[in-house]
């Protein structure tokens, strides 16, 4: 059962950052486990009929190997900073495609200092881009349903509208983008309170819209 997340969790984030050593993690695992990887994965079990009832195609595996928690181990191996782990913890809710390399998401990311989550797709390849930007072309009113849903599409952007697309089509700016995600900003204070798992879980909802599009320009069902 999920509890909420306690002043523990976000302490010893922010003293494995000053600690960032396998020797600190190893003597200090025991509270790793207690204080962050618990909660972390009851969060995700709570979440689970939450998010099926936003669409069950989406999936939150609260297991330590192949689930929806990031590891918190580091590959360093073509990384010039060798720091063995990561200061933060992340959660992915993926679409239950196979074939994929990157279906869209829902998405939380929590440490001391940032908190945010929701969902999109982020660079994603280029196939899956052509769609989408298609999709708009093809499309312009659901788009604009998608983007009069009230919240911020971001994610990085060409500096043109690229090919076979007008550059003044209505849509020029979205046709532009390379990522498709919407993300809302917590406080540490935020994700401690009782009521943070349901207020993560609304702005999963607010931002459906934009998700249900990607899907549906990737063949997906939602």
């Known amino acids: 059962m999920f509890a909420g997340f306690d002043p523990g969790f976000f302490a010893f984030l922010k003293e494995l ?5 396998r020797e600190w993690f190893a ?4 509270r790793y486990v207690a ?41 360093t191996r073509f990384s010039p900073d060798k720091t063995p782990f990561k200061t933060h913890i992340a959660m992915r809710f993926p679409h239950d495609a196979r074939g994929l390399e990157r279906a869209p998401s829902f998405y939380l990311h929590l440490s001391p200092g940032d908190c945010m989550g929701g969902g999109g797709l982020y660079h994603t390849d280029m196939p899956a881009l052509r769609k989408i930007r298609q999709r708009i072309h093809d499309d312009p009113r659901e788009w604009q349903v998608v983007r009069q849903s009230g919240f911020e599409i971001q994610g990085e952007q ?4 690229p090919p076979p ?6 849509f020029g700016d979205d046709l532009r983008r390379k990522d498709f995600y919407a993300i809302e900003t917590f406080t540490p204070e935020d994700v401690m309170a009782p009521d943070f798992l349901d207020r993560y879980a609304s702005e999963c ?11 549906a320009s990737l063949g997906l069902a939602f």
């Open 17 to 21: 950052k000053s600690h960032n050593t």
């Open 27 to 30: 003597d200090n695992k025991a």
């Open 35 to 75: 204080d962050v990887e618990a909660p972390a994965l009851a969060f995700i079990s709570a979440f689970a009929p939450t998010l099926k009832a936003i669409s069950p195609r989406f999936v939150a595996r609260p297991t330590r190997m192949g689930g929806s928690l990031f590891r918190i181990h580091r590959d």
């Open 158 to 161: 060409l500096k043109r509208v």
């Open 165 to 170: 697309y007008p550059a003044a089509h209505v």
């Open 205 to 215: 909802a607010r931002i459906a819209p934009l998700v249900r599009f990607l899907c």
